[in-house]
């Protein structure tokens, strides 16, 4: 038996440093417990120009040198994105090499296929930190919990939406604000469209839902809204409800066989355990048939978190090769069938701003109700006047009783059309019976 777990580990960015140095750091203590040592023996890495905190010898451009490298036993994909890093996770598989990956996008987009191939050459996929980073969350739904049936799962998945609504919340900051700070701080990119438009989210969730109901949820079905629309205003009237907004991802079953999985400010009462997940944190809330209501939480992201998870998932890896015995992966089919948002049984919350006119808050009321949605509580106020502009303006906001999403749809491009009504302003929906 080999005494050694060869590495070779692909990027070497934020991910990959915490990796190797956890790996060096708490180098005796893996190895007691995997039963054999691990070493990196080659990084593949793009860009040759930028300072690295390791041995310069174990470097190279050459990632395909790496995959067909027959002293290689695991490889650590750490790139992200889907090309190149699907046909090196294919490679390394065809070529009989156990693969741990953080990739949420790959797993979202190809897990179906990449873990069926793991198993049908007896070898581990692990990915537990494509999801929540540092948070145990993809373990449980495959084992502990695999004997539940999953009623819902709802969760804050994105540090860096939960880090600048937070800003918002507690110091009132508006969302450039919130988001250039967030930047500042290191938790968004220059470029931070993949976590405010709920990109990452989406990966994330569609993962979640896959493993938890057996086939891969195409990624298109995914129901998407990100956080930009979000107003300090609303975060001031969501309290005044006792809500508060949070950047959700929610899976519904709606049947056996068929779920609906959606990304989007959703308003949940402050009671809720996820509404007290604040700054960077991550967390997943579920509901099964048997266990009741769970909740995971944790830094969600990050080098060391993120590395964490990583390691976690190697040494399941070296464990089953000390043991010799046959991959882990546990394969979920393709074609889950999802359904859309229009018969989403959801309350919502309405923002409009109005001409302040005798009889406006009647006369929307009325074509509410004639689309058969109800209202549970309302708040109006005058806004202040335009410079040089006397025209009386004002809001109101509508928190409704649950109804179908596409009535609250066909209620609201009749309202739009009202000659008093200037602007629907916000449109988010309320998670109110969730406990």
């Known amino acids: 038996m080999a005494k050694t777990v060869r590495i070779g580990l692909l990027g070497f960015g934020t991910v990959g440093t915490g990796v190797y140095g956890m790996l060096n750091d708490n180098r005796e203590a893996i190895t007691r417990k995997i039963g054999l040592q691990v070493e ?18 174990l470097f190279t451009t050459d990632l395909q040198s790496i995959i ?19 046909s090196l996770v294919e490679q390394a598989l065809l070529n009989g090499k156990h693969v741990v990956t953080a990739n949420k996008e790959l797993i979202a987009k190809h ?13 581990d996929l692990h990915y537990e930190a494509a999801v929540g980073g540092g948070i145990p969350i993809v373990q449980p739904l495959k084992h502990q919990l695999a004997g539940n049936d999953v009623i819902q799962m709802m969760g804050i998945l994105n540090g860096t939406t939960n880090y600048i609504l937070t800003q918002m919340e507690q110091k009132g900051s508006d969302f450039s604000d919130a988001l250039a700070e967030a930047q500042a701080h290191g938790y968004a990119e220059a470029d931070p469209t993949n976590d405010v438009e709920g990109f990452d989210t989406a990966y994330k969730i569609s993962i979640l839902a896959s493993i938890a109901f057996g086939k891969q949820v195409p990624i298109d079905t995914v129901h998407r809204e990100g956080i930009t629309k979000v107003s300090k205003l609303d975060m001031e009237y969501a309290d005044s409800f ?48 048997f266990v009741g209501d ?27 090769i000390f043991m010799g015995g046959n991959g882990s992966a546990i394969p979920y089919d393709e074609g889950m069938k ?16 109005v001409l302040d006119r005798p009889r406006a808050l009647g006369e929307i009321a009325t074509v509410m109700g004639a689309h058969e949605i109800s209202l549970a509580e309302m708040q109006m106020r005058t806004l202040p006047e335009v410079a040089g502009d006397t025209t009386q303006r004002g809001e109101i906001v509508f928190l409704t009783h649950s109804c179908k999403e596409r009535s ?7 309202v739009s059309k009202m000659p008093m009504v200037t602007d629907v302003a916000a449109l988010i929906r309320v998670e109110s019976n969730v406990l």
């Open 40 to 57: 990196i023996v080659r990084i593949g890495i793009r860009d040759t120009s930028k300072p690295r905190s390791a041995d310069s010898d």
């Open 68 to 86: 067909n490298d027959p002293n290689i036993d695991v490889i650590l994909e750490l790139m992200g994105g889907v090309d190149p890093a699907a």
């Open 111 to 123: 897990g179906s296929r990449l873990v069926h191939l793991a198993k049908s050459k007896g070898l």
């Open 242 to 289: 006792g809500y508060r907004i949070k950047l959700l991802g929610i899976v519904d079953a709606v049947a056996h066989d068929i779920v609906r999985v959606r990304v989007h400010p959703t308003m949940i009462p402050r009671t809720h355990p996820l509404a007290s997940v604040m700054d960077v944190y991550n967390a997943l809330w579920l509901q099964g048939d």
């Open 294 to 320: 769970l909740m995971f939480s944790g830094r969600g992201a990050g080098s060391h978190p993120t590395a964490s998870a990583v390691v976690g998932d190697l040494v399941d890896v070296g464990r089953n």
């Open 338 to 353: 999802t359904v859309n948002m229009d018969d989403l049984e959801s309350a919502f919350y309405l923002r409009l701003r």
């Open 408 to 414: 609250l749809r066909d209620a609201l491009d009749s």
